[in-house]
């Protein structure tokens, strides 16, 4: 059975089973229909208001889908989940993310997309990843790990295999030096792996979502 609730402005939420959702992300900005992200985003403000999540958010959003967001929005997105991985590091978005007070999430933070997708070498056999981890006797995953708590950004690496979840959360008994921060930095080729946010169209990407 499904059960719904209704917030302040009538609109009605599934019930989850749950009392609150830590964190409600937009997936994209949909440039081509951005009034419809528009709309979304204020749902998002009103069950951040209503009490049903404890942070809202964005991911895939550029500088410029930051700053047409904002001009309307009452709530700055606590987190822009985006691809980050020594491979694509995005620096110019991170920087954005950080001037508006928004923390930088990272999907794919260990190149996981760099392994199943045709892009050449994976981050998982780059040898200057690989030499740092044999440093530290650690795996190249938990380097890109650190390499992203260190930098100051969220990570959030997927795996359903128990023995790897806890190998992503031993990370907080070593320490990369400036240089092989420096390193990892350097491995940034600019080309991404997942689709171009600007290119994310209804079209191109839309899927019906039957009622609840």
Known sequence: MTMNVTLNNGVQMPALGFGRIDLLILHQALPTRFDLTQEAYRALETLLADGWVRAIGVSNFMP????ALLEQATVVPAVN???????FTQSAVQSADAARGILTQAWSPIGGITSYRDTG?????????ASIAAAHGKTPAQVMIRWHLQEGRSAIPKSVRPERIAENFDVFDFELTLAELKALDALDTGVRGGPEPDD???????RPIPEA
């Open 64 to 67: 410029g889908h930051l700053d």
């Open 81 to 87: 989940q985006i691809e980050v991985h020594p491979y």
């Open 121 to 129: 070498t994976s981050t998982f056999d780059d040898p200057a990843i």
């Open 200 to 206: 994310v169209t209804l079209e191109a990407y839309g």
